[in-house]
């Protein structure tokens, strides 16, 4: 009997989010064996990093049950989602995941913004550790809707998972889902990055008064240029689901020879 592969699934909305007990149950009805492990508390824009709340280099992790997942090991830990792969690599977990699913995040990460995920900074550590991952996000816009279509992504999972399954060690692939009913959803397409993502973020500064301290004012906003028909935004905007192979940060060889080759000429 085949054993089935481990999953180590994960976000950046915390625990406590629906889109992550989502993302779990449709492993769980894939045929994974799955083992939830989310930070205890909002986590969005950490990236990769690897921060938490350590006592004398003790992190907290606190065993959790979750909605409809009863017998899926899960924990609630006091650290960025990035921090979790990285322990789970590291002496945590055994056996050691097979693939990483980091999500649903209730919000797109789409353009060359992903790099501020923390839902991408997750699978980007997996990749480290020679593991597979699938990052996950719902395209919910700015305003926080009061009943988010999870469902939908699972209706586009299980075709997503089978092509991560069968692609190489350290893939990495980026799904956006609409949030819209599944029956009006386009077919999924491949996208590319946009290239400044669905929202732009505006940051103005404030003098402080009497040599007290400044301040930066964010300010978040849809971006209103115009975006390849190709790319994630502009083909969320048409309902497609959208999928994207990431890549690691890798060094690119040839610096020096390529200056020899310039001063020779």
């Given amino acids: 009997m085949t054993t089935p592969p481990r999953v180590l699934i994960t976000n950046d909305d915390g625990v406590d989010s629906p889109g992550l007990w989502t993302l779990a149950r449709g492993a769980r009805d894939a045929g994974f064996d799955v083992v939830v492990a989310a930070p205890h508390t909002n986590a969005s824009g950490v990236g990769a990093s690897i921060l938490s709340v350590s006592d004398r280099h003790r992190t907290a992790v606190h065993p959790r049950t979750l909605p409809g997942l009863d017998g899926i090991p899960a924990f609630a830990v006091q650290g960025h989602p990035a921090f979790i792969v990285h322990a789970a690599g590291h002496g945590w977990l055994d056996p050691l995941p097979?693939?990483?699913?980091?999500?649903?995040?209730?919000?797109?990460?789409?353009?060359?913004?992903?790099?501020?995920?923390?839902?991408?900074?997750?699978?980007?550590?997996?990749?480290?550790?020679?593991?597979s991952g699938l990052a996950v996000s719902l395209d919910s816009g700015l305003s926080e809707p009061e009943e988010p279509h999870w469902e939908t992504v699972l209706h586009v999972l299980p075709e997503v998972l089978g092509m991560l399954t069968s692609m190489p060690a350290a893939t990495l692939l980026s799904l956006n889902v609409p949030d819209r009913p599944a029956d009006e959803l386009g077919p999924l397409r491949e996208a590319t990055l946009s290239s400044f993502g669905a929202v732009q973020v505006r940051v103005d500064h404030t003098p402080g008064v009497d040599d007290g301290p400044g301040s930066l004012l964010?300010?978040?906003?849809?971006?209103?240029?115009?975006?390849?028909?190709?790319?994630?935004?502009?083909?969320?905007?048409?309902?497609h689901p959208t999928l994207t192979e990431l890549s690691l940060v890798e060094a690119r060889p040839g610096l020096l020879s390529q200056r020899s080759v310039t001063r020779s000429a």
């Avoid at 913004?113 to 699978?123: L, Q």
């Fill in 218 to 239: 964010t300010t978040i906003s849809e971006p209103d240029g115009i975006h390849d028909p190709d790319s994630d935004v502009a083909l969320l905007a048409q309902g």
């Fill in 98 to 131: 097979d693939l990483v699913l980091s999500g649903i995040n209730l919000g797109a990460n789409t353009g060359h913004a992903v790099i501020h995920s923390g839902t991408v900074g997750a699978i980007l550590t997996g990749a480290l550790h020679g593991w």
